[in-house]
C-alpha cells in the first residue's frame, strides 16, 4: 500500500510541477511584452518569483524524492526505460534551472529575450512530458 501512496504523491508532485513549467515562460512572454517600468512588470516579477519559489521548486523535489523512492522500492533501477526517463528528467530539471536563471535576469530588470524565444522555450518542457509519459507507461525497454 505504501508504493501505490508514494506512486499517487509522485504524479501529484509531478503535475504541479509540470503546470509551474508550462506557465512560467508564459509569464516570461508576457514580461517580454510589457512595458519597462511598467506596473505589470512589478506584478509579473511577483507571479513569477512566487510561482517559481512556492510551488515549482518545491514540486520538483518533491517529484525526485517520491519518484527515487518509487524507482528503488519497485526495483526499477535495472530497467533501460528508466534511464532514458532519468536522462529526460535531468534535462527537464536543467531547464528548471534555466527558467530560475531568466526569473534573476528578468527580476533585474536585465534586457528580456524577444517573446518569440519564450514562446519557443515553453514548447521543451511539453516535449520532454509526452517522451516521459510514453516511457513510463509502454516501458519499451
Do not use: C
Not at 511584452?33 to 506584478?43: F, L
Not at 507571479?47 to 518533491?62: C, D, G, Q, S
Not at 519557443?120 to 516521459?132: D, G, K, S
Amino acid at each position: 500500500m505504501l508504493y501505490e501512496w508514494l506512486k499517487a504523491l509522485h504524479i501529484i508532485s509531478v503535475i504541479a510541477w509540470m503546470a509551474a513549467m508550462l506557465y512560467l515562460p508564459r509569464l516570461f512572454v508576457y514580461h517580454a511584452e510589457a512595458i519597462p517600468g511598467s506596473d505589470r512588470i512589478s506584478a509579473f516579477k511577483v507571479m513569477e518569483r512566487r510561482l517559481y519559489k512556492a510551488i515549482m521548486t518545491p514540486a520538483m523535489i518533491a517529484t525526485w524524492i517520491f519518484g527515487l523512492v518509487i524507482a528503488y522500492q519497485g526495483g526499477w533501477f535495472v530497467s533501460g526505460w528508466l534511464h532514458a526517463k532519468l536522462l529526460l528528467v535531468v534535462i527537464l530539471s536543467g531547464l528548471h534551472g534555466f527558467f530560475g536563471a531568466e526569473l534573476r535576469r528578468l527580476a533585474n530588470d536585465t534586457a528580456p529575450r524577444k517573446p518569440r524565444f519564450y514562446r519557443i522555450v515553453n514548447e521543451v518542457p511539453t516535449l520532454l512530458m509526452i517522451l516521459i509519459v510514453i516511457l513510463v507507461v509502454l516501458k519499451p525497454f
